[in-house]
């Protein structure tokens, strides 16, 4: 595989985050998001607050890069491994949504100075919908998801599954008022902070009919699912870490709900802001000395693996 088609490069922008609270452990999905500054771009990990929260640790994996071929080497990854998880993240400053970011700067750096080349590919602003484009979406639009539903993994290549499903509601409009849209597709645990995209290849069908373009856009994240009682009640929870305790009676629909796109860059220019604001009270408490970057540097372990389980 050469990784050139829009569909075998967005494989390479997700990672399996694995968790542990007191010794539980729980997965989810993450990203990898490359925002703009000034300074040039700066990658970042996101996925739901939720996924993370109360993590005393966490791991994630890139994959190895080779630098002969410049492709990644598959079914050998770079294992991170992070004491403190929830604390490296930065969540939306509105406590409803649910995404939070870390920046991956400090990671990379460490990855490097322990020799290890890896291979990633990140989304970027290029990629969310103006409000143009959403107006052009249909009400139904065909939408894939990169992910690990329940924890799978391509245990070989150390890749993740690919899925497909549709929007559940218009993508133009905000769900019952929120900035959401609903997905039809299979809901499994260990999905929160997937992105769902909109990949069309070989054309799509606009409002003013057929275009013969490739089109390729970041939608949003899941978040939640829709959960179903015996007696047909439906409840919306946060998407589940692992498997539903028995003491849920209640059945996973193929209901979700995902977070518009945009909520991202939202997330990460209050991060931005926050360290902006941290820098400048710290001149002011050192007599206009410049400080280092208030950007926090993760306590990161390395392992390079040939395999995850």
Request: charge should be negative.
């Amino acid at each position: 595989m050469d990784f050139k088609t829009p569909l075998e490069q967005l494989l390479l922008t997700t990672t399996r985050i694995v968790v542990e609270r007191n010794g539980q452990f729980g997965v989810g999905t993450g990203f990898i998001y490359s925002h703009e500054t000034k300074e040039g771009s700066a990658p970042f990990l996101v996925t739901n607050k939720h996924v993370v929260a109360e993590a005393n640790k966490g791991r994630f994996y890139f994959l190895q890069g080779d630098e002969k071929t410049q492709l990644p080497k598959l079914g050998e990854a770079v294992n991170v491994e992070v004491d403190q998880f929830q604390d490296r993240f930065f969540g939306h400053p509105k406590e409803e949504i649910d995404l939070a970011v870390m920046p991956l700067v400090p990671v990379l750096q460490e990855l490097e100075k322990a020799g290890n080349r890896i291979f990633f590919r990140s989304l970027s602003a290029d990629l969310i919908p103006g409000e143009e484009q959403l107006q052009n979406l249909q009400v139904m639009e065909e939408v894939t998801l990169i992910d690990y539903p329940s924890g799978m993994i391509d245990q070989k290549n150390l890749l993740p599954l690919v899925r497909r499903g549709t929007t559940a509601s218009p993508p133009e409009l905000d769900f019952s008022g929120g900035p959401v849209f609903m997905v039809n597709a299979p809901m499994f645990p260990c999905i929160g902070g997937s992105p769902v995209f909109i990949v069309n290849t070989q054309g799509y069908v606009g409002r003013q009919g057929f275009v013969p373009e490739v089109r390729m856009l970041f939608l949003g994240v899941l978040s939640q699912l829709a959960l179903r009682s015996p007696s047909g009640e439906i409840e919306m929870s946060v998407i589940p870490n692992g498997p539903l305790p028995p003491s849920i009676n209640k059945q996973i629909t193929d209901i979700g709900v995902a977070l518009r796109s945009s909520l991202v860059v939202e997330t990460i220019e209050a991060f931005m802001a926050k360290v902006e604001k941290m820098q400048e009270e710290a001149k002011g408490s050192n007599g206009g000395t410049p400080v280092p970057e208030a950007t926090p540097v993760p306590e990161t372990k390395t392992e390079t693996k040939t395999e995850t389980k």
